[in-house]
Antibody, heavy 118, light 111 residues
Framework: QVHLVQSGAEVKEPGASVKVSCKAS????????MNWVRQAPGQGLELMGI????????TYGQKFQGRVTMTRDTSTGTVYMELSSLRSEDTAVYYC???????????WGQGTLVTVSS | QSALTQPASVSGSPGQSITISCTGT?????????VSWYQQHPGKAPKLMIH???KRPSGVSNRFSGSKSGNTASLTISGLQAEDEADYYC???????????FGGGTKLTVL
């Protein structure tokens, strides 16, 4: 059974950065891609980007290029998502989700609420 | 505006069947059999219900089924139960540059 555990809620001021972590259980860490998906209040799901934990390669959504950085620590089985230059529109729940295959997300973290407010 | 179009809401009575549509284009739904569906209860993370158009992950009730015709995919829930009340999102692979696109979500109400 795969388990993804994310870090806790954050409150940030506009212009700051936030770094969210997602720790994976089991030996799944380097065998599947990991994704970051966000959901603004009352809104739908939006893919931010993907990281291959095995080699560390990343692909970011065009909307987030230049502001998002995804990294991983293979020693702890943890992936990270850092979003910079935060603005109020970035207030959302951020999820990590595993992709065992192209275009499908089979396991999700519990979500991390990031609130951007002055 | 989401890339895939879903109805904002659908409703049905317990025991009935409902179908949620998900309309894309020839660049996503129409080109790949890589449509998935997610159920999301309030305050919870999404849960995978269907992948590759019609495949059910282990543990998902066979009351949930998926299909596709042209640029439109569909999720059918038969024998509606109160616990099915949730938001449902479709998702499609859209090629190596876009990767995936989501629908805007459909709120299912069990009357």
């Amino acid at each position: 059974q795969v388990h993804l555990v994310q870090s806790g809620a954050e409150v940030k001021e506009p212009g700051a950065s936030v770094k969210v972590s997602c720790k994976a259980s089991g030996d799944t860490f380097t065998t599947s891609f990991m994704n970051w998906v966000r959901q603004a209040p009352g809104q739908g799901l939006e893919l931010m980007g993907i990281i291959n934990p095995s080699g560390g390669s990343t692909t970011y959504g065009q909307k987030f290029q230049g502001r998002v950085t995804m990294t991983r620590d293979t020693s702890t089985g943890t992936v990270y998502m850092e979003l910079s230059s935060l603005r109020s529109e970035d207030t959302a729940v951020y999820y990590c989700a595993r992709s065992p295959d192209v275009g499908v997300f089979d396991y999700w973290g519990q979500g991390t609420l990031v609130t951007v407010s002055s | 505006q989401s890339a895939l179009t879903q109805p904002a809401s659908v409703s049905g009575s317990p025991g009935q069947s409902i179908t949620i549509s998900c309309t894309g284009t020839s660049r996503d739904v129409g080109s790949y059999n890589l449509v998935s569906w997610y159920q999301q209860h309030p305050g919870k993370a999404p849960k995978l219900m269907i992948h590759e158009v019609r495949k059910r992950p282990s543990g998902v009730s066979n009351r949930f089924s998926g299909s596709k015709s042209g640029n439109t995919a569909s999720l059918t829930i038969s024998g509606l139960q109160a616990e099915d009340e949730a938001d449902y999102y479709c998702c499609s692979y859209a090629g190596s540059s876009t990767y995936v696109v989501f629908g805007g979500g459909t709120k299912l109400t069990v009357l």
